[in-house]
Structure formats: structure tokens, C-alpha cells
């Protein structure tokens, strides 16, 4: 990401914190509830940083590739390398995982076929093999729509096909919720979580003509939708906490990344310590979602509270222990994996380029 963009992967940051906050009680889960202390909001909403996520992805893929001419194989091999060879690690990791102490980080049963589908990121109608790739099938759903909006059309064009995608979603949960409609299984193919992926493109789409919004009013409008959402989400009719749910949440985050970016040049001027972690944090943003599930489910085991003496009232101390140890194994799997993949990835793309413009020069 460029770097004019630090303020996006701050974003990044904070979501993939609020998810691993969110889910640090499997950390605790061996320890009694008197000394365990949620964070307020986070430790019961952390779970729409995955909202967050996908907003961000909208943002960013309209980034790469508005004002130049798309091209699928670029946009293929990229995205494939930024995403499946690290999440296959953590599949195959559930696989042997289940398989060898029958520890469960996916589907109660783990099947091969569900392997399978999950190594290929496939929809799947129930958990896939690593619980937290359920978000992933949406990504590379949204991903595949883009694709072939892009080979035909424009960035436009892609925010036309997302927001109908979106709104039919929006309606099909709404008639779910009120019994209208028996539920079924569309692979996810019309998801509400589309509004999530409009909000980013629309961000990036209007980011000069929104540029004047002052980022305090924007990220305070932001908290104010969010909280109004998740208060209808507690109290209205079914129909109501749907749409609260799904559209209320994609306004939210979007003036987020509105506010983000337009904080974006004072920003620039300000180089503490904290600001490059967040952006450090962002950057490995990936490998963190991954690799906390693993790690803090597998920790809250009562094995281990033994193993290394914990008394009880150390419950947050050894929570916030393992989300720092998760913090620092994901920067470290960014640098000695993320980042030579996606170079690999890059230098497949200008070698094959290469070899193309070769042979049309013969």
C-alpha cells in the first residue's frame, strides 16, 4: 500500500485488533469469570472489524485499479499470492490438528472434502476448515465480481453490480428474519456484506469531492451511526435489526475511512512510535487474523493454565500476554512470508509480461 495511504492501514490495524480482542476469551476460557474483564464494546461488537475489513477491501481494490488499464492476469496472480499460500498454512495446520489430538479450530467434523474446499477458498455452507476463513469466501467472492466487472467495465460499473448484490442481500436476510422466506443456500453470492465492499469503492470513487468533510465531524458522524445501529440491532423488529445490522454498519465504517483519509496529510506530519506500530500492525494485518485464532483458542486449554502455574487472578495478564505474542508472530510471518510471496507473485507477473512482449516482438 502506498505510503500517501498509511491512514488505511491504520484501519487495517485497528480491525484486526478489535477481532482479536473480540475473540482473546477463548485465552480465558480456562479461567473463573470473577477475574476476567471484557473490554466495553469491543469484547461483544470486536466481530464487525470484519465489516471494517471488508470496506477497506472495497477501498482498496478500486484503488488498484482506477485510471489504468485492468488487466486479469495481474489481478488474478496478485490477489491469489496476497491471499491462499499463507491461509493454506493454517488450513493444513487445522487438518493435522484435528486429525492427530482432535482439536477443533473449524467444523466440528473435518472432512477431507472440506479441506479441499477450503484450501480453494470455495463457499461452504457451515464453517471451513479455519473458522476465521469464513470471511475470506466473501473476499475472494467479491474478488471474482470485480474480475469480471473490471474485464468489460469500470470501477463505475463494479459499484453498480456490488451495491444491487448488496441490496437484494440486504432483502433476502430481511425476509429470512420475518419468516417470509424458508432460508437457503446461494453460496453466498448475495450477500448484504456487499454494502461493506460499496462502501469502500464509493469512498475511494468520491475521496476529492469528500475531501472537504472536516475528519472529526466524519469520525464522529461514524460513531453515531455505529451506535445507533447496534442499538436498533438490540431492540427493533427483525427487519429493522437486519438492516441495522448490514447497511447501518457499511455507512458507519465507510465515513471511518472517509475520516481516515481525510486526517491522511496531518497525519503525515506527525512520526511517533505509536503511529508506525499501528501502521506495522496494519501491515501484517493478514497473518494477525489468521494466526490468533489458532493460538488463543489453543491457549485457553486448562492444560496449559497448569502447565505454566497461572493462578487465576493473572486471567488478563495472560490474555493480553498471547495477544502480543500473536501481534509479534504476525509481523514476523509478514516479513519472512507475506512479503517474499507477494514479490514472488510480482516478479511471476513481470517475467510472464516480459516473455509475452518478447514474443510479440518476434
Not at 474446499?117 to 470471511?135: D, E, F
Not at 422466506?181 to 476529492?208: Q, Y
Given at each position: ?24 476469551h477463548?485465552?480465558?476460557a ?9 473490554v ?8 464487525l472489524?470484519?465489516?471494517?475489513f ?26 491469489f ?12 495446520l ?11 479450530f ?19 455452507n ?29 470501477v ?14 440486504l ?7 420475518t ?119 489453543n ?35 509478514y ?28
Amino acid at each position: 500500500m502506498d505510503k500517501k495511504l498509511e491512514s488505511i492501514q491504520i484501519l487495517r490495524a485497528i480491525a484486526a485488533l478489535t477481532v482479536v480482542i473480540f475473540h482473546s476469551h477463548f485465552a480465558v476460557a480456562s479461567f473463573p469469570a470473577e477475574y476476567k474483564f471484557n473490554v466495553p464494546f469491543i469484547g461483544k461488537y470486536g466481530y464487525l472489524g470484519v465489516d471494517l475489513f471488508f470496506v477497506i477491501s472495497g477501498f482498496i481494490i478500486a484503488h488498484i485499479t482506477s485510471g489504468k488499464q485492468f488487466s486479469l492476469s495481474d489481478f488474478a496472480a496478485r490477489r491469489f499470492f496476497r491471499i491462499y499460500p499463507i491461509y493454506w498454512v493454517f488450513c493444513l495446520l487445522s487438518f493435522y490438528l484435528y486429525s492427530s489430538s482432535g482439536l477443533h479450530f473449524g467444523p466440528k467434523e473435518l472432512t477431507l472434502e472440506n479441506l479441499l474446499a477450503s484450501l480453494a477458498i470455495l463457499p461452504i455452507n457451515g464453517s471451513p476448515a479455519y473458522g476465521v476463513g469464513w470471511s475470506l469466501e466473501h473476499e475472494i467472492i467479491f474478488y471474482v465480481t470485480s474480475a469480471l466487472v473490471l474485464c468489460f467495465g469500470s470501477v463505475r460499473h463494479l459499484a453498480i453490480v456490488v451495491g444491487l448484490l448488496g441490496i437484494a442481500g440486504l432483502v433476502k436476510e430481511a425476509l429470512f428474519a420475518t419468516g417470509t422466506v424458508i432460508k437457503f443456500w446461494d453460496f453466498h453470492l448475495v450477500s448484504p456484506f456487499n454494502l461493506c465492499f460499496l462502501g469502500g469503492i464509493l469512498a475511494h470513487s468520491m475521496r476529492e469531492r469528500l475531501s472537504f468533510i472536516n475528519p472529526a465531524f466524519a469520525l464522529s458522524a461514524s460513531a453515531l451511526v455505529i451506535w445507533a445501529s447496534i442499538t436498533l440491532m438490540k431492540s427493533a423488529t427483525p427487519e429493522i435489526r437486519i438492516i441495522a445490522r448490514y447497511l447501518g454498519v457499511a455507512i458507519g465504517f465507510t465515513l471511518t475511512v472517509i475520516g481516515a483519509l481525510n486526517i491522511e496529510t496531518a497525519a503525515q506530519k506527525v512520526s511517533s512510535l505509536f503511529k508506525r506500530a499501528l501502521v506495522e500492525i496494519g501491515n501484517a494485518s493478514y497473518s494477525l487474523y489468521l494466526v490468533h485464532w489458532v493460538i488463543l483458542i489453543n491457549m485457553g486449554r486448562i492444560k496449559y493454565k497448569l502447565m505454566f502455574g497461572v493462578p487465576d487472578w493473572a486471567a488478563e495478564l495472560w490474555r493480553y500476554s498471547w495477544i502480543m505474542v500473536c501481534i509479534v508472530i504476525a509481523i514476523a510471518m509478514y516479513h519472512l512470508l507475506e512479503k517474499p510471496l507477494i514479490r514472488l507473485g510480482s516478479t511471476m507477473i513481470r517475467t510472464a509480461r516480459l516473455a509475452k512482449s518478447e514474443a510479440v516482438g518476434i
